[in-house]
């Protein structure tokens, strides 16, 4: 069983910056692949930035040059750092881990993980 939980979200102005953080527990690897998925109300899902289990890190073309997705392994915790955020950028962010040993690239097309965490959201006005 993997549980993740997020943290993190809030209501910023276009232009600003936020850091989600997903912390994992139970039985994770430290090379699992993790990744954010993203949802608006009534939205499709949206991958957004990926680590494969080879390290390969990818991001979706909207959020590339100003999103950073990182891992310290030693706290179990996957961040993604959000700068410049649009009000495009608002949506619900989910955490998701995987078993597998894809690349990131896979996930951020797929937008599909293992285990998910409840979400935290981000709102971005104007």
């Known amino acids: 069983q993997v549980e993740l939980v997020e943290s993190g979200g809030g209501s910023v102005q276009a232009g600003g910056s936020l850091r989600l953080s997903c912390v994992a527990s139970g039985r994770i690897g430290s090379n699992y692949p993790m990744g954010w998925v993203r949802q608006a109300p009534g939205g499709e899902r949206e991958g957004v930035a990926a680590?494969?289990?080879?390290?390969?890190?990818a991001y979706a073309e909207p959020v590339k040059g100003r999103f950073t997705i990182s891992k310290d392994n030693g706290k179990n915790t996957l961040y993604l750092k959000m700068s410049d955020l649009k009000p495009e950028d608002s949506a619900t962010y989910y955490c998701?881990?995987?078993?597998?040993?894809?690349?990131?690239?896979?996930?951020?097309?797929?937008?599909?993980?293992?285990?998910w965490g409840q979400g935290t959201r981000v709102t971005v006005s104007s």
């Open positions: 680590i494969g289990s080879d390290g390969s890190i």
């Open positions: 998701g881990a995987h078993n597998g040993r894809l690349k990131g690239a896979y996930y951020v097309a797929s937008a599909n993980f293992h285990y």
